[in-house]
């Protein structure tokens, strides 16, 4: 990987993607990052900048918009040259309540952002990833998805999460063969403002375990929580993780050490993958 790479994070101007362009700045990347709102990503990426001493770049850019991403993607070009790496943080919560309560409009944005957003993305900055010979993509998942307790209630954000680590793995030939490594992975329940919205809902609409996992966010330091993630994506960002392609990954869960120690194994069949379970096909095992 050349001196100083180039990371694109999408919706970097606030919480875990805040933290991320920060901890990537850093150790030294150049660091592009989209907002909906102009003036919010000029200054985060101004921060960086003054901060870190490194050439950054933020524009305004909606990821449910094919054009919008592209020409974000052609304004990173010119400006650092090649993207290194691609972190598809961008997302909304979308509708809170039961199916037959929310308002099927807000339901429809909310995949337009979380699932068409990532696919604008890699599509947009796809001819720059695939000229470095050595890129990585990775695709925030989350939700509770693959878990025992998803989050109840929200009923857009969930499957589109789930529809996005199917992109991943059904990308991850295409990927490969292009000389570079996509994943997703679930940063698990990091206190952000990204779920505030809960709480201005009344319970029996948002549900208990919804409201819960709000109120766990609202009570709790970013700092301390975001670490096993920040390491999770210092670790996909290089080389030493080009055996692991087309996977979900937990970030609470799967810790480098972990990661690094299956290396010399070949990563294949299910495992860091979302399986059914039926005891023929697939089965549970116990320790």
């Known amino acids: 990987m050349k001196k100083h790479p180039v990371v ?13 362009g ?10 592009a990052l989209c907002a909906r709102d102009q003036e919010s990503a000029s200054n985060v990426a101004g921060e ?7 050439d950054t770049y933020g524009a305004a850019a ?5 054009n919008s991403v592209q020409l974000f993607a052609d304004q990173v070009g010119e400006r650092l040259g090649a993207v290194d790496l691609l972190i598809c ?21 909310a995949f337009a952002t979380n699932v068409m957003g990532v696919v604008h993305s890699i599509h ?3 001819s720059q990833l695939i000229s470095t010979r050595d890129f990585r993509i990775i695709v925030l998942a989350g939700g509770g998805l693959g ?18 680590t199917s992109i991943v793995e059904l990308l991850s030939d295409e990927v490969g063969q292009a000389g570079g490594t996509i994943n997703a992975v679930a940063p ?22 919804l409201v819960s996992q709000a109120r766990e966010r609202a009570n709790s330091s970013i700092d301390a929580s975001i670490q096993d993630f920040l390491n999770l994506v210092r670790y996909l960002s290089t080389p030493m993780s080009s055996h692991i392609n087309g996977r979900i990954l937990s970030a609470k869960w799967d810790h480098v050490e972990r990661l690094s120690s299956l290396r010399k194994l070949t990563i294949s069949g299910d495992l860091f993958r979302l399986r059914r379970i039926d005891e023929s096909l697939f089965s549970e095992t116990s320790e």
């Open 124 to 126: 947009a900055f796809w």
């Open 188 to 209: 698990g329940n990091i206190p952000t403002s990204f779920m505030d919205s809960v709480l201005d809902v009344d319970q029996e609409i948002a549900g208990e375990h």
């Open 48 to 54: 960086f900048a003054e901060r870190y001493s490194t």
């Open 22 to 31: 920060r901890a990537l700045a850093g150790d030294g990347w150049r660091v």
């Open 8 to 20: 694109v994070i999408s919706g970097g101007t606030r919480g875990i993607g805040y933290e991320t």
């Open 147 to 164: 878990g025992p307790n998803p989050l109840g209630r929200a009923l857009a954000y969930v499957p589109s999460k789930a529809a996005i």
């Open 89 to 109: 943080n961008a997302a909304v919560l979308g509708p809170i309540g039961k199916l037959v309560d929310v308002q099927i409009g807000e339901f429809s944005a």
């Open 62 to 66: 909606d990821v449910s918009n094919q």
